[in-house]
């Protein structure tokens, strides 16, 4: 509430009363759903707006590890003649990185190319407006 303008909010005490019938649906599962929400709230909060500095990082980080994996698997082979690099699960986990990577790294472009173009992006809250009198007569002369 703060987050969206308003001033003054505060907590109401109620009363509450045993259960007569039915059984609580409180466990385990409520906890889990609520730590998901709650990390899904913070992500939205935090990377709402620039959505390429979360898939961007990442994004980087995973090419970079497939392009350091795939230039050291070259090494091995072009300095060290070593023969059937292909065959290697590390030549697939370097190029499923570098993939990776790149989709990440676009998701992140797309997501700020849709943020930036949204509506809702110039939205602001007016607490108060000073001095629009002075300016409308002002213009009107």
Request: hydrophobic letters at 50%; charged letters at 20%; a positive charge.
């Amino acid at each position: 509430a703060k987050w969206s303008g308003f001033k003054k909010f505060g907590e109401k005490v109620v009363e509450h009363r045993r259960r007569k019938y039915g059984v609580t649906k409180f466990g385990w599962n409520r906890f889990v759903n609520g730590f998901l929400d709650l990390a899904s709230i913070i992500f939205v909060g935090k990377f709402r707006k620039n959505p390429m500095h979360f898939f961007g990082l990442w994004g980087t980080f995973s090419f970079l590890f497939g392009l350091i994996v795939f230039i050291y698997l070259a090494i091995i082979k072009f300095f060290f003649y070593q023969t059937g690099m292909t065959q290697r699960p590390l030549f697939f986990f370097a190029i499923l990185a570098m993939i990776i990577g790149s989709q990440l790294f676009l998701a992140g472009f797309l997501g700020e190319l849709i943020s930036r173009n949204s509506s809702e992006r110039n939205i602001y809250l007016i607490e108060e407006k000073l001095g629009l009198e002075e300016e409308l007569e002002y213009s009107r002369e």
